[in-house]
C-alpha cells in the first residue's frame, strides 16, 4: 500500500510559475514509477508528466513539455512538478499517482493522491 499526498498548488498569474509537492509513505515510492495528473470538472483525467523509478527517463505530454519538469527525491520519498511559464488552460487538480511500470494510461496507476487545485489566472 501507498499513501499519496499532494501539496503547493494555488492561485498564479499567467506565466508565473508553481512547484508541486508529492510525498509517499509505505512502500517506498522508489518501486513505482511515479506520474503527474491533471483533471478539469467534465473532462477526463489528463497525463500531464512521469518519471521512472529510478528517476533515469522522464515523459511529458505536449502540452507542458518545455515548461513543467518532474524529479523526485528517493531519500524524502517525494516527486516534484516545477510548473513555469503556466498558462490558463494549466487551470485543473493536479494528482500525483504511482505505477509498477512507467505509462501515461491513469488507469493503469495503481495509488492516487487526493489532488491540489492549480489556478493559473489571465
Known amino acids: 500500500q501507498v499513501h499519496l499526498v499532494e501539496s503547493g498548488g494555488g492561485l498564479v498569474q499567467a506565466g508565473g510559475s508553481l512547484s508541486l509537492s508529492c510525498a509517499a509513505s509505505g512502500r517506498s515510492f522508489s518501486s513505482y514509477t511515479m506520474g503527474w495528473f491533471r483533471q478539469v470538472p467534465g473532462k477526463e483525467r489528463e497525463f500531464v508528466a512521469f518519471i521512472s523509478r529510478s528517476g533515469a527517463s522522464t515523459y511529458y505530454a505536449d502540452s507542458v513539455k518545455g515548461r513543467f519538469t518532474i524529479s523526485g527525491d528517493n531519500a524524502k520519498n517525494t516527486v516534484y512538478l516545477q510548473m513555469n511559464s503556466l498558462k490558463p488552460e494549466d487551470t485543473a487538480v493536479y494528482y500525483c499517482?504511482?505505477?509498477?511500470?512507467?505509462?501515461?494510461?491513469?488507469?493503469?496507476?495503481?495509488?492516487w493522491g487526493q489532488g491540489t487545485q492549480v489556478t493559473v489566472s489571465s
Open positions: 499517482a504511482a505505477s509498477l511500470y512507467p505509462q501515461s494510461e491513469p488507469q493503469r496507476y495503481n495509488y
